[in-house]
């Protein structure tokens, strides 16, 4: 939209806050708000704001940054009285000499997907995030606010009702929700929404992570996107369908003659992805907690390798169905929803393109085998390697992946590792309540 066409959508929607948004390099969303009257000033000249307390932003001496607004992304928050109702853009951070900023990360991969265009690509992504809605109890034991299970209806259940609301917040701001539906856990849900480039789904997955939470506190509920809230159940993920197309609409990753329907493109961009999973892993699974949702026996991935038809492998592609070339993706199964997704898809991204570039053949597929039941040297006969068993793990990995490293670039490499081992370090010297029950009587 143009300017003229915001001031008066803006209006006519009866705003009165704009909320400017960008994120840090742990995926947390920062803000810059103003008066609706404000709106007209930075449309024209863009919002300065003190970068120098943002993680991954400038030094203390360099602190003065610059946002420039995106239009495309404009939306009303639902959530918003009437009488304090408020908008929000995302924006591109750019420095005081008016150049890109090398530490953003939705600015770094929107760089790279202009890159692919070049080449005439668009990535394309359709997460499907997973959360748990609890109740609030006073404490940090959480508690599942249903006792629903997988696909589970009810006609009069009130997470049914709030899962109906989130829905048609996240439609009403731009989303095209496909499905909600309760997941396998207590209190767990999924809503996806239509995939798009990876630029707007970042941005989607954004928008529905602090829109769930916004609208589960108005039920006196907490929403929680945390990969492993709760020992022995299953955690929560955010498996990434993922397709190149052409500028014209193809599906590139279709092949007609091929057994599984993939072309030459798409299995060397799985073998790229796979190449690189050990590294990737930081990015797309960043947390402490991301390496107790990555075990054996709850459905998430740990042994790297690719199927078409076994959830246990790190890359499944879908069935396909004919006439429905349009379609054909692989699923990337172990990011989860605690990543900031513009460097998930920037790593995803990069692993990928050297796959394509360098025309890395993927192994054999692992169909009908369950790679849970293999012995460690039936797995190492067959070339499969393990994911990382931690984040200190995952860090190490990617310290030694050039090609994430370039496509990350110093400014953000730097300040997500740093934000990571200080995580890192921080979980380390903690003496957890199972090390207390375990060892305070017997040591």
């Given at each position: 939209?143009?300017k003229k066409e915001i001031l008066e959508r803006v209006k006519k929607d009866n705003v009165k806050f704009i909320s400017f948004q960008f994120s840090d390099v742990t995926g947390m969303v920062k803000s810059v708000d103003a008066p609706v009257e404000q709106l007209e000033g930075a449309l024209d000249g863009g919002i300065w704001f003190d970068g120098s307390s943002i993680e991954g932003f400038a030094r203390i001496q360099e602190s003065d940054m610059h946002l420039y607004v995106d239009t495309d992304t404009y939306a009303v928050l639902p959530w918003t009285p009437a009488e304090m109702k408020r908008a929000r853009f995302f924006c591109d951070v750019f420095t005081p000499e008016d150049e890109p900023f090398a530490g953003d990360p939705r600015g770094n991969l929107k760089r790279i997907m202009a890159d692919l265009k070049k080449r005439g690509m668009i990535f394309n992504c359709g997460p499907e995030p997973e959360f748990?809605?609890?109740?609030?109890?006073?404490?940090?034991?959480?508690?599942?606010?249903?006792?629903?299970?997988?696909?589970?209806?009810?006609?009069?259940?009130?997470?049914?009702?709030?899962?109906?609301?989130?829905?048609?917040?996240?439609?009403?701001?731009?989303?095209?929700?496909?499905?909600?539906?309760?997941?396998?856990?207590?209190?767990?849900?999924?809503?996806?929404?239509?995939?798009?480039?990876?630029?707007?789904?970042?941005?989607?997955?954004?928008?529905?992570?602090?829109?769930?939470?916004?609208?589960?506190?108005?039920?006196?509920?907490?929403?929680?996107?945390?990969?492993?809230?709760?020992?022995?159940?299953?955690?929560?993920?955010?498996?990434?369908?993922?397709?190149?197309?052409?500028?014209?609409?193809?599906?590139?990753?279709?092949?007609?003659?091929?057994?599984?329907?993939?072309?030459?493109?798409?299995?060397?961009?799985?073998?790229?992805?796979?190449?690189?999973?050990?590294?990737?892993?930081?990015?797309?699974?960043?947390?402490?907690?991301?390496?107790?949702?990555?075990?054996?026996?709850?459905?998430?991935?740990?042994?790297?390798?690719?199927?078409?038809?076994?959830?246990?492998?790190?890359?499944?592609?879908?069935?396909?169905?004919?006439?429905?070339?349009?379609?054909?993706?692989?699923?990337?199964?172990?990011?989860?929803?605690?990543?900031?997704?513009?460097?998930?898809?920037?790593?995803?991204?990069?692993?990928?393109?050297?796959?394509?570039?360098?025309?890395?053949?993927?192994?054999?597929?692992?169909?009908?085998?369950?790679?849970?039941?293999?012995?460690?040297?039936?797995?190492?006969?067959?070339?499969?390697?393990?994911?990382?068993?931690?984040?200190?793990?995952?860090?190490?990995?990617?310290?030694?992946?050039?090609?994430?490293?370039?496509?990350?670039?110093?400014?953000?490499?730097?300040?997500?590792?740093?934000?990571?081992?200080?995580?890192?370090?921080?979980?380390?010297?903690?003496?957890?309540?199972?090390?207390?029950?375990?060892?305070?009587?017997?040591?």
């Amino acid at each position: 939209m143009d300017k003229k066409e915001i001031l008066e959508r803006v209006k006519k929607d009866n705003v009165k806050f704009i909320s400017f948004q960008f994120s840090d390099v742990t995926g947390m969303v920062k803000s810059v708000d103003a008066p609706v009257e404000q709106l007209e000033g930075a449309l024209d000249g863009g919002i300065w704001f003190d970068g120098s307390s943002i993680e991954g932003f400038a030094r203390i001496q360099e602190s003065d940054m610059h946002l420039y607004v995106d239009t495309d992304t404009y939306a009303v928050l639902p959530w918003t009285p009437a009488e304090m109702k408020r908008a929000r853009f995302f924006c591109d951070v750019f420095t005081p000499e008016d150049e890109p900023f090398a530490g953003d990360p939705r600015g770094n991969l929107k760089r790279i997907m202009a890159d692919l265009k070049k080449r005439g690509m668009i990535f394309n992504c359709g997460p499907e995030p997973e959360f748990f809605l609890f109740r609030r109890n006073g404490g940090i034991t959480p508690v599942p606010h249903d006792v629903g299970g997988y696909f589970d209806f009810s006609s009069d259940d009130e997470a049914v009702q709030v899962r109906t609301e989130l829905m048609a917040a996240l439609n009403s701001m731009g989303l095209e929700i496909e499905v909600g539906h309760h997941e396998v856990a207590l209190g767990q849900h999924e809503i996806d929404f239509r995939f798009a480039d990876a630029l707007r789904t970042a941005d989607n997955v954004l928008t529905l992570k602090y829109t769930v939470k916004a609208i589960a506190a108005q039920h006196d509920l907490v929403a929680s996107f945390m990969p492993k809230p709760i020992y022995g159940i299953n955690g929560s993920g955010m498996h990434n369908h993922q397709s190149i197309f052409d500028t014209k609409g193809n599906n590139l990753f279709f092949d007609a003659n091929d057994e599984f329907h993939l072309s030459e493109l798409a299995y060397s961009f799985i073998g790229g992805e796979l190449q690189h999973a050990r590294a990737l892993a930081a990015l797309v699974a960043p947390s402490v907690n991301s390496y107790k949702r990555l075990v054996p026996g709850y459905e998430a991935p740990v042994y790297v390798g690719w199927a078409q038809r076994n959830r246990s492998a790190l890359i499944r592609i879908p069935r396909y169905n004919k006439g429905q070339d349009k379609s054909m993706r692989a699923e990337l199964r172990f990011p989860d929803p605690s990543c900031n997704p513009y460097i998930a898809f920037t790593g995803m991204i990069a692993a990928a393109l050297d796959g394509i570039d360098n025309k890395i053949k993927p192994p054999k597929p692992l169909n009908n085998i369950n790679i849970y039941h293999l012995s460690e040297d039936e797995r190492k006969a067959k070339d499969i390697k393990e994911l990382p068993s931690s984040l200190l793990e995952a860090l190490q990995e990617l310290d030694k992946d050039t090609v994430l490293k370039k496509a990350l670039g110093e400014e953000i490499y730097s300040a997500f590792v740093r934000a990571k081992m200080e995580e890192w370090e921080d979980f380390r010297i903690h003496v957890t309540d199972w090390e207390v029950a375990k060892y305070l009587e017997s040591a």
